[in-house]
C-alpha cells in the first residue's frame, strides 16, 4: 500500500514539473520581448507591458510553487519507500 | 518607428507581429487549459493572463492600429473654412463687418480676455455666413490674410504656446457648449501649423462639439453645417500633419476623446468605438478620400440623429453602443449590397485585406468591453431578432429570395451572432450578473432570442466560431431555440438551462463533500492538517449553499491552507467530470 502510494506521489510530482516546465515555456511569458519601445512606447503601451510582466511573474511564481510541491510529494514518497523497507513492515 | 521624437509612438509591422505572437501565445495557453490541469492557483493565473490578452492586451493592440488606419484614412484636402474666416476676416468681408474693424489693435499689448473676445467676434461673424457663396471663395491660405488679423492670430498662438491654459480656457467655453470664434481660429492656427500638433486635437475637441449641439434651426442650422464641416476640414488637415504616432498619444488626452466622443467623460472603448465608426468609411468601394471621410462622419452624425442629441450628453455610451450594432453588421461588414461569402471572400479594408470574420473580430475587440458589453447584447438581439422576422416574412411571402437578399440577411446574422458571442464572451467573464439578468428577462419574458438563435442558426454557419466561454450557454440557447422552433415547450430555457447548470455542479460538490468517504480517501484526508479536516467535517455535517465559483472561498474562510483548497477542488473536478459531460449531451 505504501509502495503504491509512493509511486502515486511520483506521478503526481512528475505531472506537476511537466505542468510548471510548460507554463514557463509558453509564449506568452516570451511576448514582452516583443514589445518593446521599438514596436510601441507611450503611456498606454507601458501600462499594457507593465500588466503583461506582472502576469508573468505570477506564473512563474505558479510553476515556482508547483515544483515546490513536487520536491515535497517526491520527499513524502521517499520516506514512505523507506518505511516499507523497515524490517517487520509489509 | 515613426520619426516623432516625442515619447510615444509605434511601428505598425513591428506591431502587426506583435499581434501575431500575441495570438499564437494565446493558443498556446489555451491548450494547456484544455489539457484540463487540476492546479486550481496556476490554472487562475493562467486564465487571468488568458483574459487580459484577449481583453486588453490584444484590443490595445487592435485600437492603435485602428487609429492608425483612421489617421492615414482621413487624409484629404483642406476644408474651407480658412476661405471662409479670410474672407471674413478683411478681404472679402463687407465694409464695417467686425472683422474689419478690428484691422490696426494693439494685439500683442491686449489683455487676453480682449484679444480672445475679439476673435470670438470674428468667429461669430463667419460661422452664419457658412456656406459661403463661390464668389466670397477667393483666398486659400493664410498668406492671404490681412496683416492685422494675421497678427492677431500669431499672438493668440504665440501666448498659447507659452502658457496651456490659455487654450483650457477657450476651449472651455467650446466644450462647455458655444463653439466660440476663439476656438474656431485656434483650429485655423493649428491648421497652419502654428500649434503643435496635440493642441490642433484639443482644439478639434472643441470644435466637433459644436457640431455635436441639439438640432439647429435658422441662422443656428446654417452654424451647425458650418461647424460639421469644420470638423471635417480639421480631420483632414490633422491628417495631413500628425504624426500617427502623436495621435496615439493624443487618446489619452480627455480633450481628444472629447473630439471623438462628444464627452469629455466618456471612457476609453466609446472612444474606441466611434474610431471604429471612422473607420467604417474606409471600406467604401469609393476609394476617394474625401468620400471616405465624409461618409464616416455621416455615420456619426447620422447617430445623433437617429437616437437623439441628448443621447450623446446623458447617455453617451448607450448611444453609440447602439450605434454600434445598428452600424457595425450592416454598414461595415456588407456595405452598400457589397456580396461576398463571410467565410471565403476577403474585404478589402483599410488597406488590407480581411476576412468578415476578421473585420468582425477587430470591430468587435475594438467596440466589446465591460460597459457596452450588456447594452450591445440586448440591442444585438432586438435588431437582429426584427432581421429575422422580417426574414422569416419574406421568405414565406417568396420562397425563393434573390441572392443578394439572402447574401444580405447572412452577413448581417452573422455578424450579429459573432458580436453577440463576443459580447457573450465578455458578459460571462465580466458582468456575469447583468448578462444572466438580460438572459433571464429574454428568456421568461419572450422566446424572441431562442427564434432568432434558431432562425440565426438555420441560415449561419456558427457552430464553428463560438469562442469557448460561450459555448455552454450558447448551446442552451441553441437548445431552447430548436424546441421552440419544433413547437413543443422549451426543455431547457437559456436561463433556467444555466441555472440548472450551475446549480447541479454546486449540489453534487456538496454531496461530495458530506458523503466524504472517497473525497477523504481521494484527498488523503488523514494527511490534511487540522483546520482542513475540521472544514471537511463541518461541510459534512451541514452542506453549505456553495458552488463551484464560491467553494475556494467557504475553504479559505474557514482556515484550509490554500494548498489543500487547490487540492480539494482538484479532486472536485474529477469527481464532476462525469456530470458536466452529462449536461453537455443534455445541452447538446
Known amino acids: 500500500m505504501s509502495t503504491a502510494l509512493a509511486a502515486k506521489y511520483r506521478r503526481r510530482a512528475r505531472s506537476l514539473r511537466t505542468l510548471a516546465d510548460s507554463i514557463e515555456a509558453l509564449p506568452l511569458m516570451q511576448l514582452d520581448a516583443f514589445a518593446g519601445p521599438d514596436t510601441w512606447r507611450g503611456p498606454k503601451p507601458a501600462d499594457r507591458v507593465d500588466r503583461l510582466r506582472h502576469f508573468q511573474q505570477r506564473l512563474h511564481a505558479d510553476a515556482e510553487t508547483l515544483r515546490r510541491r513536487a520536491w515535497w510529494l517526491d520527499q513524502q514518497a521517499d520516506d514512505l519507500e523507506r518505511t516499507a523497507a523497515l524490517p517487520g513492515i509489509a | 518607428?515613426?520619426?516623432?521624437?516625442?515619447?510615444?509612438?509605434?511601428?505598425?509591422?513591428?506591431?502587426?507581429?506583435?499581434?501575431?505572437?500575441?495570438?499564437?501565445?494565446?493558443?498556446?495557453?489555451?491548450?494547456?487549459?484544455?489539457?484540463?490541469?487540476?492546479?486550481?492557483?496556476?490554472?487562475?493565473?493562467?486564465?487571468?493572463?488568458?483574459?487580459?490578452?484577449?481583453?486588453?492586451?490584444?484590443?490595445?493592440?487592435?485600437?492603435?492600429?485602428?487609429?492608425?488606419?483612421?489617421?492615414?484614412?482621413?487624409?484629404g484636402t483642406r476644408g474651407g473654412f480658412i476661405e471662409a474666416v479670410v474672407a471674413a476676416a478683411g478681404l472679402g468681408a463687407p465694409p464695417g463687418s467686425v472683422a474689419s474693424s478690428v484691422v490696426g489693435l494693439p494685439f500683442a499689448s491686449m489683455p487676453l480676455a480682449d484679444l480672445l473676445d475679439v476673435l470670438d467676434e470674428i468667429g461669430r461673424d463667419v460661422g452664419p455666413r457658412w456656406p459661403l457663396d463661390a464668389d466670397d471663395r477667393f483666398i486659400t491660405s493664410l498668406d492671404g490674410f490681412d496683416t492685422a488679423v494675421r497678427a492677431q492670430l500669431l499672438e493668440l498662438a504665440r501666448r498659447t504656446r507659452a502658457d496651456p491654459s490659455i487654450i483650457d480656457a477657450v476651449l472651455s467655453d467650446a466644450l462647455g457648449g458655444r463653439a466660440s470664434g476663439a476656438a474656431e481660429l485656434l483650429g485655423l492656427l493649428a491648421a497652419d501649423g502654428h500649434l503643435d500638433s496635440i493642441t490642433t486635437l484639443r482644439v478639434a475637441a472643441a470644435l466637433s462639439v459644436g457640431g455635436a449641439s441639439p438640432r439647429p434651426t435658422g441662422q443656428h442650422q446654417l452654424r451647425h453645417h458650418a461647424i460639421n464641416d469644420i470638423i471635417r476640414g480639421r480631420l483632414d488637415a490633422l491628417a495631413d500633419t500628425i504624426d500617427p504616432a502623436v495621435a496615439l498619444d493624443a487618446l489619452e488626452h480627455p480633450e481628444v476623446r472629447t473630439w471623438l466622443v462628444l464627452d469629455s467623460s466618456i471612457d476609453e472603448?466609446?472612444?474606441?468605438?466611434?474610431?471604429?465608426?471612422?473607420?467604417?468609411?474606409?471600406?467604401?468601394?469609393?476609394?476617394?478620400?474625401?468620400?471616405?471621410?465624409?461618409?464616416?462622419?455621416?455615420?456619426?452624425?447620422?447617430?445623433?440623429?437617429?437616437?437623439?442629441?441628448?443621447?450623446?450628453?446623458?447617455?453617451?455610451?448607450?448611444?453609440?453602443?447602439?450605434?454600434?450594432?445598428?452600424?457595425?453588421?450592416?454598414?461595415?461588414?456588407?456595405?452598400?449590397?457589397?456580396?461576398?461569402?463571410?467565410?471565403?471572400?476577403?474585404?478589402?479594408?483599410?488597406?488590407?485585406?480581411?476576412?468578415?470574420?476578421?473585420?468582425?473580430?477587430?470591430?468587435?475587440?475594438?467596440?466589446?468591453?465591460?460597459?457596452?458589453?450588456?447594452?450591445?447584447?440586448?440591442?444585438?438581439?432586438?435588431?437582429?431578432?426584427?432581421?429575422?422576422?422580417?426574414?422569416?416574412?419574406?421568405?414565406?411571402?417568396?420562397?425563393?429570395?434573390?441572392?443578394?437578399?439572402?447574401?444580405?440577411?447572412?452577413?448581417?446574422?452573422?455578424?450579429?451572432?459573432?458580436?453577440?458571442?463576443?459580447?457573450?464572451?465578455?458578459?460571462?467573464?465580466?458582468?456575469?450578473?447583468?448578462?444572466?439578468?438580460?438572459?433571464?428577462?429574454?428568456?421568461?419574458?419572450?422566446?424572441?432570442?431562442?427564434?432568432?438563435?434558431?432562425?440565426?442558426?438555420?441560415?449561419?454557419?456558427?457552430?464553428?466560431?463560438?469562442?469557448?466561454?460561450?459555448?455552454?450557454?450558447?448551446?442552451?440557447?441553441?437548445?431552447?431555440?430548436?424546441?421552440?422552433?419544433?413547437?413543443?415547450?422549451?426543455?431547457?430555457?437559456?436561463?433556467?438551462?444555466?441555472?440548472?447548470?450551475?446549480?447541479?455542479?454546486?449540489?453534487?460538490?456538496?454531496?461530495?463533500?458530506?458523503?466524504?468517504?472517497?473525497?477523504?480517501?481521494?484527498?488523503?484526508?488523514?494527511?490534511?492538517?487540522?483546520?482542513?479536516?475540521?472544514?471537511?467535517?463541518?461541510?459534512?455535517?451541514?452542506?453549505?449553499?456553495?458552488?463551484?465559483?464560491?467553494?475556494?472561498?467557504?475553504?479559505?474562510?474557514?482556515g484550509v491552507s490554500e494548498r489543500d483548497i487547490g487540492d480539494i477542488l482538484g479532486k472536485v473536478t474529477e469527481l464532476l467530470r462525469p456530470i458536466r459531460l452529462e449536461l453537455d449531451e443534455r445541452l447538446d
Open chain 2, 269 to 558: 472603448t466609446t472612444a474606441a468605438f466611434l474610431l471604429a465608426i471612422g473607420i467604417h468609411g474606409s471600406v467604401a468601394d469609393d476609394p476617394s478620400l474625401a468620400t471616405r471621410s465624409r461618409d464616416a462622419w455621416l455615420a456619426f452624425i447620422d447617430l445623433a440623429e437617429r437616437f437623439g442629441a441628448e443621447r450623446f450628453n446623458d447617455g453617451v455610451a448607450e448611444g453609440l453602443a447602439i450605434g454600434a450594432t445598428v452600424h457595425l453588421p450592416s454598414v461595415v461588414v456588407a456595405r452598400n449590397g457589397l456580396v461576398v461569402d463571410p467565410h471565403d471572400d476577403p474585404i478589402s479594408y483599410a488597406g488590407a485585406e480581411l476576412t468578415a470574420e476578421q473585420l468582425s473580430t477587430l470591430f468587435g475587440s475594438i467596440i466589446v468591453s465591460e460597459p457596452a458589453a450588456a447594452l450591445l447584447l440586448e440591442f444585438v438581439y432586438d435588431t437582429a431578432v426584427d432581421d429575422v422576422r422580417a426574414a422569416v416574412a419574406e421568405q414565406d411571402r417568396r420562397p425563393r429570395r434573390a441572392d443578394v437578399d439572402e447574401d444580405s440577411l447572412r452577413y448581417r446574422l452573422t455578424s450579429a451572432v459573432r458580436i453577440l458571442d463576443l459580447v457573450a464572451d465578455d458578459a460571462i467573464e465580466v458582468q456575469q450578473g447583468r448578462w444572466n439578468d438580460i438572459a433571464r428577462a429574454r428568456a421568461n419574458g419572450t422566446s424572441d432570442l431562442a427564434s432568432f438563435l434558431a432562425a440565426a442558426a438555420s441560415i449561419v454557419p456558427v457552430g464553428g466560431t463560438l469562442a469557448s466561454t460561450s459555448k455552454s450557454l450558447f448551446r442552451a440557447s441553441m437548445t431552447a431555440a430548436k424546441s421552440n422552433v419544433d413547437g413543443d415547450a422549451p426543455t431547457i430555457e437559456l436561463a433556467d438551462g444555466l441555472a440548472e447548470f450551475e446549480t447541479q455542479l454546486g449540489r453534487e460538490i456538496v454531496v461530495s463533500i458530506a458523503g466524504s468517504s472517497s473525497l477523504r480517501e481521494l484527498v488523503g484526508f488523514d494527511q490534511l492538517d487540522e483546520a482542513t479536516r475540521n472544514a471537511l467535517d463541518t461541510i459534512a455535517a451541514d452542506p453549505p449553499d456553495v458552488d463551484v465559483h464560491t467553494l475556494d472561498g467557504f475553504l479559505r474562510d474557514l
Open chain 2, 1 to 75: 518607428m515613426p520619426g516623432h521624437a516625442g515619447s510615444v509612438g509605434f511601428d505598425r509591422a513591428r506591431l502587426e507581429y506583435l499581434r501575431a505572437r500575441s495570438l499564437v501565445a494565446l493558443d498556446a495557453a489555451r491548450s494547456i487549459q484544455d489539457d484540463d490541469w487540476h492546479e486550481q492557483e496556476a490554472m487562475a493565473s493562467l486564465r487571468a493572463t488568458i483574459a487580459f490578452v484577449e481583453a486588453v492586451w490584444i484590443p490595445t493592440i487592435d485600437a492603435i492600429l485602428a487609429l492608425d488606419a483612421l489617421t492615414k484614412t482621413v487624409a
